[in-house]
């Protein structure tokens, strides 16, 4: 069964960094390519970076490119986000996502989610 | 980027009606259009992929159509699981993945 469990979310101050980790299970992690989406009650869902199967490949999206860096460890089935020069609208909740076959862009299962709140 | 609206915002409705969700993309996407059903408090659920293949295990009066910029969801009978807000999602070509504001379906 595939499972996806995120952590590492929490409340931090504008400016601050914060590192999620996601870790997976019931799949051939080191396979697939991985993504990160988040949702906030007013901009809905967004997707926010993805990274190849390989980590070879990274893409962001316009709103965190710079600040924040995805990553993997395919020895230890775990997926991060790096997220740096935290702002206010960074308040979300944080999705680990998998595709829901190899080189496709349609995403399940998601993970529980893990909450970040950018507030002084 | 690719704008993806969807509408209505909310609806309301009642069990066994038959209700429809429009998606409509900014530019042509194909068929690379996705929906999902979110309830309070969980995660996204993948309901169809690809316009209007349904993921396993989702029953069949849930049914999606349409290609380029138009796509609907529809649901045949609604029964009571069903309140819940869906979301579209396009994956044409490159990031990013856009995703529709959601439509929020409640009980009439």
């Known amino acids: 069964q595939v499972q996806l469990v995120e952590s590492g979310g929490g409340v931090v101050q504008p400016g601050r960094s914060l590192r999620l980790s996601c870790a997976a299970s019931?799949?051939?992690?080191?396979?697939?390519?991985m993504h990160w989406v988040r949702q906030t009650p007013g901009t809905g869902l967004e997707w926010v970076a993805a990274?190849?199967?390989?980590?070879?490949?990274?893409y962001y999206a316009d709103s965190v490119k710079g600040r924040f860096t995805i990553s993997r460890d395919n020895s230890k089935d775990t997926l991060f986000l790096e997220m740096d020069s935290l702002r206010p609208e960074d308040t979300a909740m944080y999705y680990c996502?998998?595709?829901?076959?190899?080189?496709?862009?349609?995403?399940?299962?998601w993970g529980q989610g893990t909450l970040v709140t950018v507030s002084s | 980027d690719i704008q993806m609206t969807q509408s209505p915002s909310s609806l309301s409705a009642s069990v066994g009606d038959r209700v429809t969700i429009t998606c409509r993309a900014s530019?042509?996407?194909?068929?690379?259009l996705h929906w999902y059903q979110q309830k309070p408090g969980k995660a996204p659920k993948l309901l169809i992929f690809?316009?209007?293949t349904l993921q396993s295990g989702v029953p069949p009066r849930f049914s999606g159509s349409g290609s380029g910029t138009d796509f609907t969801l529809t649901i045949s009978s609604l029964q009571p699981e069903d309140f819940a807000t869906y979301f579209c999602?396009?994956?044409?070509?490159?990031?990013?993945?856009?995703f529709g504001q959601g439509t929020k379906l409640e009980i009439k």
């Open positions: 996502v998998k595709p829901l076959r190899r080189g496709i862009k349609w995403f399940d299962p």
């Open positions: 990274i190849s199967y390989d980590g070879s490949d990274k």
């Open positions: 690809a316009a209007s």
């Open positions: 999602q396009q994956s044409y070509i490159t990031p990013p993945y856009t």
């Open positions: 530019q042509s996407i194909s068929r690379y």
């Open positions: 019931g799949f051939s992690f080191y396979t697939y390519d």
